[in-house]
């Protein structure tokens, strides 16, 4: 079974700061994926990588995905109010996909 | 109506009720998913369908029972349920859970309180 940790599991910094998280693994994915989910709601899907060191932005969210294909991480620069949520990370290989416990954060104005 | 739909979206019931969650997807993919997501856990998948047949059941106890009619909707039938069981219950859909890159599209998730 994949185990994905994700760290920090709470994070509360104030509006315009900048910010990593990340999402670990000792096992190999062929794709991880990221969500957001606010409170309330399901997961929403922010991106998808699948090859090793690939890097996405989305606007002011950085993603990257190891040269292994173990882990990721995303970043955020100048955070704001309207990034608050649970960060999600799910790795897939084989028909097997499992998520992490996530990564809360608050953005305060 | 577009995505994932789910309904109801706040249910609480007694454990001697039964009631059953629906889930609808309009994005025309060929795998739907159960989840339930707990305070402080992972989401942790319950069952799978592929093309309308059961393809993964990760040891839900039987009180949980899922029914997937066809390709668009999924549902999932409760009895006799435990407090414990009361969590966020979130369907997904995915274009076809046997190749990726596995991306799922949820539903906004039924609430459930088991009284």
């Known amino acids: 079974t994949q185990l994905l940790e994700q760290s920090p599991q709470f994070l509360s910094i104030q509006e315009g700061e900048n910010l990593t998280v990340y999402c670990n693994s000792s096992s190999v994915f062929s794709s991880l994926q990221w969500y957001r989910q606010e409170p309330g709601e399901g997961p929403v899907l922010l991106v998808t990588?699948?090859?090793?060191?690939e890097v996405k932005k989305l606007k002011r969210l950085t993603f990257q995905f190891g040269d292994a294909r173990k882990d990721s991480s995303l970043h955020i620069t100048a955070a704001q109010p309207g990034d608050t949520g649970l960060y999600l990370c799910?790795?897939?290989?084989?028909?097997?996909?499992?998520f992490g416990a996530g990564t809360r954060l608050t953005v305060k104005p | 109506e577009t995505g994932v739909t789910q309904t109801p979206r706040h249910l609480v019931m007694g454990m001697t009720n039964k009631k059953s969650l629906k889930c609808e997807q309009h994005?025309?993919?060929?795998?739907m998913y159960w989840y339930k997501q707990s305070a402080k856990k992972p989401l942790e998948l319950m069952f799978v369908y592929s093309l309308e047949e059961r393809v993964e059941n990760n040891s839900v106890p039987s009180r949980f029972s899922p029914e997937c009619p066809n390709s668009s909707h999924l549902f999932l039938h409760l009895h006799t349920l435990q407090p414990e069981d009361s969590a966020l219950y979130l369907c997904a859909s995915s274009q076809d859970e046997r190749q990726g890159p596995y991306e799922q599209y949820f539903g906004p998730g039924t609430r459930l309180t088991v009284t």
């Open positions: 799910a790795g897939a290989d084989n028909n097997d996909m499992r």
């Open positions: 994005l025309g993919h060929n795998a």
């Open positions: 990588v699948v090859t090793g060191g």
